[in-house]
Structure formats: C-alpha cells, structure tokens
C-alpha cells in the first residue's frame, strides 16, 4: 500500500511563492506517475500537475508558468515549487500517486495524500 504524506502549505501573501513536497512510501516509485491535484471549499477537486518517472510533465492551464513540479527519484518525493501566488489557488492540495492515463486524463489516481492547506491572501 503506497502511502503519501505532504508538508509544505501555509498562509502567504499574493506573490509570494510555496513549495509542496510530498514523501512516498510502500510501494515501488519508480512506477507510478506523480501528481498534485487541489480543492477549493465548494469546488470539484481539479489536477494541477502531474510528473512522469522520467521527467515528462503535465500542468493545468491556469498554473502554466507560474507552478513547477519535480520529484526527486532517489529520495521518493516529488515538489510543487509554487510562484506568484493568487488569492484563486487557495486550495487544499493533495499528492497523488498511480498510473499516468489515470492522474492526467481519468483525474482518478490510485493513491491519495491527506492533503494541505495552501491560503493566499490578497
């Protein structure tokens, strides 16, 4: 059973940046893909990014430019440097872990964090 445990959120100012981490354990890293998904409060939780084991990445349109995801294969983690943030990516963001078709495109990973709290004020 993967287990997936983030670190990383907190409350910060319009602009300021955030990075996410996340630590995998229990099951083999190397193969699933890794992603980041969010939710507001009222909102549908909706993907963020995603990161293959050999670099290939993914991004929603809205954090294009601004949010980097990377993971760190040796260590079983995986980031989301998170810049010039906006009081809209106020989010409960979570780690996800599992098959690539599954965390980009079905949006349903095999695995789940427990996500943390990332508030941005204006």
């Known amino acids: 059973q993967v287990q997936l445990v983030e670190s990383g959120g907190g409350l910060v100012q319009a602009g300021a940046s955030l990075r996410l981490s996340c630590a995998a354990s229990?099951?083999?890293?190397?193969?699933?893909?890794m992603g980041w998904f969010r939710q507001a409060p009222g909102k549908e939780r909706e993907f963020v990014a995603a990161?293959?084991?050999?670099?290939?990445?993914a991004y929603a349109d809205f954090v294009k430019g601004r949010f980097t995801i990377s993971r760190d294969n040796a260590k079983n983690t995986v980031h989301l440097q998170m810049n010039n943030l906006k009081p809209e990516d106020t989010a409960v963001y979570y780690c996800?872990?599992?098959?690539?078709?599954?965390?980009?495109?079905?949006?349903?990973?095999?695995?789940w964090g427990q996500g943390t709290q990332v508030t941005v004020s204006s």
């Open positions: 229990g099951g083999t890293f190397s193969s699933y893909a």
């Open positions: 990161i293959r084991w050999s670099g290939i990445t």
């Open positions: 996800a872990a599992g098959v690539w078709v599954r965390v980009t495109t079905l949006r349903s990973p095999n695995y």
